[in-house]
C-alpha cells in the first residue's frame, strides 16, 4: 500500500520577516525572482517504492474511481465475461453434436454412395461388353439363342 505523509516547506515554517517600515509585502527595490536553494530535496524516501508490486499500485488507485462507476464496471466485466463464457461453451457443444452428427450419418451415407456408384459402373462396362459383342457377330445364331435362354 501507499502511505502519504505530508512534508511542510520550512520557508511556510517560519513567520515572514517584516521589511522596512515594517511591512509584510516587499517593496520593487526587493522584489527579486524567489528561488528555494536552501531546500533539500531528500533522497531517503520512507514509502518504500521498489517493494511495491505493480498490483499493489493499481489496486491503490481505485479509490479514484466513485463506487458507482465502479459498480458499474465490475457488472459490465462480469456481463461480458459470462456472456463470453457460455458463448464458448454453447458453441462447442454445437461443434462436438455436429462432428458426431456427421459421423453417424455421413460416414455410412458416404459408403452406400460409393457401393451405388460401383454398381453403376459395373452395368456401364457390362452393357459396353455386350454392345461391343454384338458388333463383332451381328447376326451370329447363337447370340440370339443366349438372350433367349436363363443363364445358370
Do not use: C
Request: no cysteine; glycine share 4%.
Amino acid at each position: 500500500m501507499v502511505k502519504l505523509t505530508e512534508v511542510e516547506d520550512e520557508h511556510f515554517k517560519e513567520k515572514p520577516a517584516p521589511s522596512k517600515n515594517d511591512t509584510l509585502l516587499a517593496s520593487d527595490d526587493e522584489e527579486d525572482d524567489f528561488t528555494d536553494t536552501e531546500s533539500e530535496i531528500s533522497t531517503d524516501s520512507a514509502l518504500e517504492i521498489e517493494q511495491e508490486s505493480l498490483y499493489e499500485r493499481i489496486y491503490a488507485l481505485k479509490d479514484i474511481i466513485p463506487p458507482a462507476h465502479r459498480r458499474r464496471f465490475v457488472s459490465t466485466v462480469n456481463s461480458v465475461t459470462s456472456l463470453t463464457k457460455s458463448s464458448l461453451l454453447f458453441s462447442g457443444r454445437a461443434l462436438w453434436v455436429i462432428s458426431t452428427s456427421a459421423f453417424l450419418l455421413g460416414v455410412p451415407w458416404a459408403l452406400a454412395y460409393a457401393e451405388e456408384e460401383q454398381y453403376v459402373q459395373m452395368e456401364r462396362e457390362q452393357g459396353m461388353i455386350r454392345g461391343a459383342n454384338e458388333m463383332l457377330a451381328p447376326g451370329a445364331p447363337g447370340s440370339e439363342e443366349q438372350k433367349s435362354q436363363p443363364t445358370l
